[in-house]
């Protein structure tokens, strides 16, 4: 079974700076996609970005980029000019593209989550 | 505009009792899935359905049980069987298929609470 591992209950930055949320994760598949979602307070999960794990090139959008590391199994968030509606619980998540059954699913096996405080 | 609607937002449960909690999407999804979010442990599968009148058990599937009679909804019953039921429950939902694009869409949540 896959695990997914985030070693940083909480993280702070200030305002406008940048910081990187860490993610790693264990896994037997060759191919597989990874994402990191967002929670704010309202607890609303939002998707912030996806990677697929066949892709070399690191996914951006906009201020939020990653750095995959495919060799480590590592896959971190980086954001950039951070602004305070960044401010929320950021969860990693791993999701097969091996087929059960001859069909196909979503399950996202999730990491514990890291707490993004933003300063003004 | 699409989205995932849970029903209620809070829930207060005498302990013994079972509880049934709406999740209904109207994004013409095929799968949804049922997660549980516990401080400290993210979200963990209790159900997932790919199809109508089918559904699979998740990693923590004891004490709950689901239906799938059509596409739009997928109930969540708590029964008394489950031992810690205090948790916040999200609904989620998604394509069928495995594109790239088959990310899941989320509701807001429920949070149950039992005295």
């Known amino acids: 079974a896959q695990t997914v591992t985030q070693s940083q209950p909480e993280m702070s930055v200030q305002e406008a700076e940048t910081v990187t949320l860490s993610c790693t994760y264990d896994t037997s598949e060759s191919d597989y996609y990874l994402f990191w979602y967002k929670q704010p307070p309202s607890r609303q999960m939002i998707l912030v970005i996806r990677?697929?794990?066949?892709?070399?090139q690191n996914a951006t959008e906009n201020r939020f980029s990653v750095n995959f590391q495919k060799a480590a199994k590592s896959f971190s968030l980086k954001i950039s000019d951070s602004q305070l509606g960044d401010a929320a619980m950021y969860f990693c998540a791993y999701r097969s593209v091996i087929n059960a059954g001859g069909t196909s699913y979503g399950k996202l096996t999730f990491g514990q989550g890291t707490i993004l405080t933003v300063h003004p | 505009d699409g989205g995932i609607t849970q029903s209620p937002k809070y829930l207060f449960r005498k302990e013994g009792q079972n509880v049934t909690l709406s999740c209904e999407q109207n994004?013409?999804?095929?799968?949804m899935y049922w997660y549980r979010q516990d401080p400290g442990q993210g979200l963990r599968l209790i159900y997932y359905?790919?199809?109508?009148?089918?559904?699979q058990k998740g990693d923590i599937a004891e004490g709950y049980s689901v239906s799938r009679e059509k596409k739009e909804s997928f109930p969540l019953t708590v029964t008394s069987a489950q031992k810690n039921p205090t948790a916040f429950y999200l609904c989620?939902?998604?394509?069928?298929?495995?594109?790239?694009?088959?990310?899941?869409?989320f509701g807001a949540g429920s949070r149950l609470t039992v005295l």
């Open positions: 989620a939902s998604s394509l069928y298929g495995d594109s790239g694009a088959n990310v899941l869409t």
């Open positions: 994004l013409n999804h095929d799968a």
């Open positions: 359905s790919q199809i109508v009148n089918d559904f």
């Open positions: 990677q697929e794990a066949y892709k070399q």
